[in-house]
């Protein structure tokens, strides 16, 4: 499976940014989201079950992001809003070609995308 990401970029403490992950090449079972801040370990935001539709959140972002899908496009974004200059990371989807419990698990992930850097400014 391969991913692309898009959406990130500069933005306002206080302000908003949508991010995109389209999949392409096999069906998976969880997409997710991730970030990694200069230093620091990789850190789960969210995931959705594919076929269930179920998504799950980290305590640091639940209500400030959220996390949709476009069947059609096969696309998972990442609506973030509040954002602050602790948000400043390059932010990873990734995808799980099996079910893992574990889905805030960055190992049980098959593939990340690229990454795309957002940047919050003071």
């Known amino acids: 499976v391969q991913l692309q990401a898009s959406g990130g970029g500069l933005v306002q403490d206080g302000g908003s940014l949508r991010l995109s992950c389209a999949a392409f090449?096999?069906?998976?079972?969880?997409m997710a989201w991730f970030r990694q801040a200069p230093g620091k370990e990789r850190e789960f935001l969210g995931a959705?079950?594919?076929?269930?539709?179920?998504?799950y959140y980290a305590d640091s972002v639940e209500g400030r992001f959220t996390i949709s899908r476009d069947d059609n496009k096969n696309t998972l974004y990442l609506q973030m809003n509040s954002l602050t200059p602790e948000d400043t990371a390059v932010y990873y989807c990734g995808a799980s070609l099996v079910y893992y419990k574990r889905y805030y698990d960055p190992s049980n992930y098959d593939a990340y995308g690229p990454g795309t850097q957002v940047t919050v400014s003071s």
């Open positions: 959705h079950r594919i076929a269930s539709g179920g998504t």
């Open positions: 090449g096999r069906a998976v079972n969880t």
